[in-house]
């Protein structure tokens, strides 16, 4: 007799892990639920929700008849994911903290409790995504571990596992696993990957995950939940007052708490303005905030996007790329934003030698004069 095979189910209190961890039931696997604290609750005041999270993936597990453990990477978390968040807004830029969550957190420190702690065949998770693997296909694969150092680079990933889209494409999470590593993908199973969020309800509804189920959805940062955003971050950086000014005549319309708190193309709000103002520009020196009125004015649309460090899924660029020096592609910047056809032009950061793995790509407009707007947050 066949043993079953052992998944480790990431569980995070909500319906989306609940439902995957029982769906890997059904399918006669041997199920355990791991849930994840990876903010410090004792950092903040009384916000965090992360024990009520946990008591009810807790629940979930109880419910399911499958192990339960839970595990902290809070240190992890603050060293690879929070500070990167804190030292890119200084920058003036605007990270995606949920995507270097899945990438450091969910798909390199758990994915390697499960495989190395718990003998995990396959790990899980309940985002809506889906591989280009059969699950039998997932635990054929070897758990092969890339080489550090010199060699890291030249370590050769063959039959690479692809990462697909979900069936239901407004809730489709490939987004925030866009940077996970090939390792732990092609070990990873997505059971909600054919379903649609209302049909992962109502699986809910039927098999007591009522507790779950009337939960909000999660919408805040990965792990530290939602929050006044910038109270938040003004807690670890120290504010930077400067002005807001209209990039048409020069003219201050107001004050801002620091120029680093605003995304170019996010809505400024501009107190004792009525009409909408939109970030066009950042003067990191000055401390200024430059603004145009309309989501329409020209100042927010570009025609040539340049990238720094390419992250390919595949371990190395497609073969078009890597041919042609262009081909062309689907993109979008932000979750749930339509996707466009735009050109991939293989490029070169200044000072340094050409490398097609990692160096620098450009990414414009498919029909000639059509621009990218810069993203609304």
Known sequence: MQVARHVVCAVSGGVDSAVA???LRRRGYQVTGVFMKNWDSLDEHGVCTADRDCEDAYRVCRILDIPFRQVSYAKEYWNDVFSDFLNEYEKGRTPNPDIVCNKHIKFRCFFNYAVDNLGADAVATGHYARTSLEDEEVFQQKHIKRPEG?????????NAVKLLQAADSFKDQTFFLSQVPQEALRRTLFP???LTKDFVKKIAAENRLHHVLQKKESMGICFIGKRNFENFILEYLQPRPGRFISIEDNKVLGTHKGWFLYTLGQRANIGGLREPWYVVDKDGA?????VAPRTDHPALYRD???TGRVHWIAEEPPAA??????MECHFRFRHQMALVRRVLQRGRVPGQRENPTSGAVRLHTAEGPENVQRGQG
């Not at 010199?150 to 063959?158: A, D, K, P, S, W």
């Not at 790329?321 to 262009?326: G, I, P, S």
């Open 21 to 23: 961890a029982l769906l």
């Open 150 to 158: 010199l060699f890291r680079n030249r370590f050769e990933v063959r």
């Open 192 to 194: 909600l990957g054919e």
């Open 286 to 290: 000055k401390g200024d905030v430059l």
């Open 304 to 306: 040539l996007l340049r």
């Open 321 to 326: 790329l890597v041919r042609d020096k262009m």
